[in-house]
């Protein structure tokens, strides 16, 4: 039998690839997304189990997670890709937003991680992977919920890897930087740039594939990375490390 994994955030883009990467390297493989029609959909293209949810509600983790083992049997690795993006100047951002940013972009992942430790304890194995954000750990003007959130889900990750590590579960971070995707032509749009303008930021020149995140992801769920752990790998073009210095 091969291995189950859950990917939250699944019916498009990052989520969507990394689900689509796993099953070609042999994995079985749930999606889990709010947007249900978009699910149903990305489901039908891949031929997988559909389990819509809100992750960031409490009885509807649980509930998912039984489904999923009920379905495909004991869950190898989860994949916490789910993310919301919101912008805004702190003057006037508004409490609502900051809420719901930190319940998908955090708290969803506090809860998966749970419901998926709670299970890979007694088993004493288990892949755990957090899909954070460059966000988390550079700083963005007018993104200040956003870039806390991910940057919560970052120590979240470290804390939780040394935690779990006496259990044998592994637990990493994967920082994407700019990424093709719907999510960077809504960030494009609420930050007035273009997509060019957005290439000039990153010296390897192109924005980042959905398969690159997905590829590096394969990699720490594969035998080759059993000892890896704790680790906040950033895939970005070395966008994170440039800071051009310009001429007034």
């Known amino acids: ?4 994994v859950l990917v939250t955030g699944a019916a498009r883009g990052i ?22 029609p978009a699910l149903a ?7 997988v189990a559909a389990l819509p949810a809100d992750v960031s509600k409490s009885t509807q983790v649980e509930a998912l997670f039984e489904r999923v083992e009920s ?6 690795a989860l994949i916490n890709n789910a993310g919301i993006f919101t912008s805004g100047p702190i003057e006037t951002f508004k409490e609502d937003d900051w809420d719901r940013t930190f ?6 992942v506090f809860l998966c991680s749970q419901a998926a430790a709670r299970r890979m304890i007694p088993r004493r194995a288990g892949r755990i992977i957090v899909v954070s954000s460059i966000a988390g750990h550079i700083v963005r003007t007018n993104q200040i919920a956003y870039c806390a ?5 970052i120590h979240f990750a470290r804390c939780l890897a040394v ?7 592994t637990v990493n971070c994967v920082c994407p930087g700019m990424t093709a995707s719907d999510m960077l032509r809504q960030t494009a749009a609420a930050r007035g740039l273009s997509i ?25 769920l594969s035998e080759q990375a059993r000892h890896v752990t704790g680790q906040v790998i950033t895939v970005d073009g070395a966008q994170s490390l440039f800071h051009p210095v310009t001429r007034s």
């Not at 689900?19 to 709010?34: F, N």
């Not at 303008?197 to 924005?207: E, N, Q, S, V």
Request: net charge negative; aromatic share 6%.
């Open 41 to 47: 959909q990305a489901a039908r293209a891949l031929n």
């Open 149 to 153: 959130a991910k940057a919560a889900g």
């Open 163 to 169: 935690e779990l590590a006496p259990h044998q579960i």
């Open 15 to 36: 989520g969507y690839a990394i689900a689509e990467t796993l099953l070609r390297s042999g994995y079985t493989v749930a999606l889990t997304d709010i947007d249900e």
């Open 103 to 108: 319940a998908v972009d955090a708290k969803a």
């Open 1 to 4: 039998m091969s291995k189950a």
């Open 196 to 220: 060019d303008d957005y290439l000039t930021m990153i010296p390897a020149a192109r924005l980042a594939a959905p398969e690159d995140h997905a590829e590096t992801i394969a990699w720490l």
């Open 71 to 76: 379905q495909l049997g004991p869950l190898y």
